[in-house]
């Protein structure tokens, strides 16, 4: 899988928008390992300390709101950018709350800017929109959802997701029809679903993991809130190296990857809230928690599972580590960065490889 994504990549022009979020982070250090030319398209980082700047790439950051159409579609141009990944979002389920009208500019409009500029460039040939695993209409039964199961969404986040789904695929029926790929265009657009991502480097506030480790670092008690729900928790490059196989399999013109995708963890290795946070104390000791119900009472999902049987299939992905795994790499991110001040991004990501090697993938 290495030597495929390696050949894939190699001195490939790719725009990333996103880049100086935790995921886009990540992805762009993987894409320079791989040998890619990134050009970064994003907001300043919004935490102090942030991922993005501790790496330090040689990628080409240019800082940007993908609300700026106008400056999105000369940055997209002038990149030469063959292959576009969009990460750029409001990517909170809480903070949806509190500002709506934030969440869909940046999730909805943002999305369909950074189509338009794709529609509007020579150059771009591969688009990887990046949703998440929320945009089912989920009733919370024990079922793993697939693909082509309804889109929907309670809270706002969701729903400005589940609308991204709907648009790309209108865009694409619009101005780069399946049926047309090769003659009147050469466009491959698809969307990937996937969340709960652990990794070293997020900062962002109300989430579980970088929660624990902030706490745990301090000495002081973390609030845990919903202990009983159920995430399909994953580490970032297990994450991201879907998307890579995503965009490979787009590049090699294959028309019936333009479609959505799920990325998530074995079926049998989803964990609730609560194991997570004892699965973390184990690693981390020191860590200590208590549960308490949070002051502002909005809806979060209690279930949520999706199937990635399509992507294990046509994609020949799976996920490299079991959430205990991803869960120790997380925190050894953190432990060195916290105790000595060492990034440990470049060496998990070269460690990563090598096991994906030597485990056949």
């Known amino acids: 899988m290495v030597e495929r994504l390696q050949k894939a990549f190699a001195n490939k022009r790719v725009l990333v928008t996103g880049h100086t979020g935790f995921k886009g982070s990540w992805l762009t250090a993987m894409l320079h390992k791989l040998g890619a030319e990134v050009t970064g398209y994003s907001l300043p980082p919004n935490t102090n300390p942030n991922h993005y700047s501790l790496l330090n790439l040689p990628c080409h950051h240019v800082e940007g709101n993908i609300l700026d159409v106008d400056h999105l579609e000369k940055v997209m141009e002038e990149s030469g950018a063959e292959i576009v990944f969009h990460l750029a979002a409001q990517a909170l389920v809480r903070p949806s709350y509190i500002d709506p009208v934030e969440t869909y500019q940046s999730n909805v409009i943002g999305t369909l800017n950074v189509l338009q500029a794709a529609r509007m460039s020579t150059r771009v040939k591969v688009m990887v929109m990046i949703t998440t695993d929320k945009v089912y209409e989920n009733v919370e039964s024990d079922h793993f959802y697939r693909e082509g199961d309804p889109l929907g969404g309670y809270d706002l986040y969701s729903s400005s997701k589940a609308c991204c789904e709907i648009l ?42 970088p929660d624990l480790m ?115 790499k997380t925190i050894e991110w953190y432990r060195a960065y916290y105790e000595g001040a060492t990034v440990m991004t470049t060496q998990q990501i070269d460690h990563y490889f090598l096991q994906l090697t030597a485990n056949g993938i």
């Open 168 to 209: 790309i695929s209108s865009f694409r029926r619009s101005f780069f029809p399946l049926e047309k790929y090769g003659s009147s265009h050469d466009t491959l657009i698809a969307t990937a679903r996937a969340g709960n991502v652990l990794g070293g480097g997020d900062w962002s506030p109300d989430r579980l993991i």
């Open 214 to 328: 902030k706490a745990a670092h301090a000495k002081q008690k973390v609030e845990i809130r919903n202990p009983l729900s159920v995430r399909p928790w994953q580490h970032v490059m297990d994450c991201l190296t879907g998307y890579l196989l995503l965009a490979e399999k787009l590049l090699l013109q294959d028309t019936n990857a333009s479609t959505a995708w799920n990325f998530s963890p074995y079926p049998d290795d989803v964990k609730t809230v609560g194991e997570m946070v004892e699965i973390s104390a184990r690693h981390w000791p020191e860590l200590e928690y208590v549960i308490k119900k949070p002051e502002q009472d909005f809806h979060e999902a209690g279930l949520l599972k999706l199937d990635h049987s399509k992507a294990i299939r046509e994609l020949n992905w799976r996920p490299l580590f079991r959430t205990e795994e991803a869960v120790a």
